[in-house]
């Protein structure tokens, strides 16, 4: 399996970490809703098929990617830095709370 | 300053080995560089921290991912987002960093006695390190001077191409030891020379 990281170009997966289910949203640190807390520690969308991770590249530049995985044949659709959307991820939190 | 030792000395055999009968196509040398240093630039620094390099070291860094230069005394290259590797054979490179990358820039680490630097040269050199790496050492794909990181059995590896047929590898000082012996041993079939 190839992961293409935008800085360093594809690679081998042996050189990713993977950091877990990208569709997660973490809520305020300060938030006492338990059914958001339970959702953002154990609910999974387990899809048969397309599926937002967020990976590692640990034995390369350190970035962390979000990547796009199918599940079912391990091809990538897309990859790109994680920075940009984890800023975003927090806007959109902060702006729906 | 003390003399720094190297970790290389109980296996660093000056001489040819291997199957050199037919000629050495390999040559395996330590640079002991001075100073080492990776320089960190925050989001949106990048450009200030690579117009400090031309400051201070007077090198000018080419845009893009993994670009860099070495003249043959000083090198520097990308090997991360927004990160580089500078390297100079004089010591004393982290002081003269220091004054120009203020906080707000970026940060500067020292790595001078955390690595060890390798050089990989000859006609042969791209194939022996292709038995080690998976990615392309072609010269179109690598060109002179860029910068790669990556691994080679978990051991982090910075490599810069410094010509055509050369490579300067950066590793932890703690596993240069056994690097070295076993790119001693993918070098054998070759035959390598030990400077």
Redesign the interface.
Known sequence: MLITC????P??V??FTYQGDGNRQRPQPSSQDLDAWNAYVYDRLNPAGDHNEIWQHS?????HLRVVRNTLTHEISSSG?A?GDHKAARHRLETKS | MVERQSPLEPEFHPGSHGNFEHGVEIILSETRPGSILQLAAWPGEEKRLMSSIYKVAGLALPDGAGGGVADGVKAAFGFAPGKFTVVDEAEGLASAFAGVITPNIGTVTDLSHGRTAIRIAGPKAEWVLAKFFAIDFALPAFPVGAGRSTTHHDVFAQIQRTGADQFDIYVFRSFARSFWKALCHASEEVGYEVQ
């Open positions: 935008p800085y360093c170009g690679r081998d042996i050189e034995g390369g530049c350190r970035a830095f920075r």
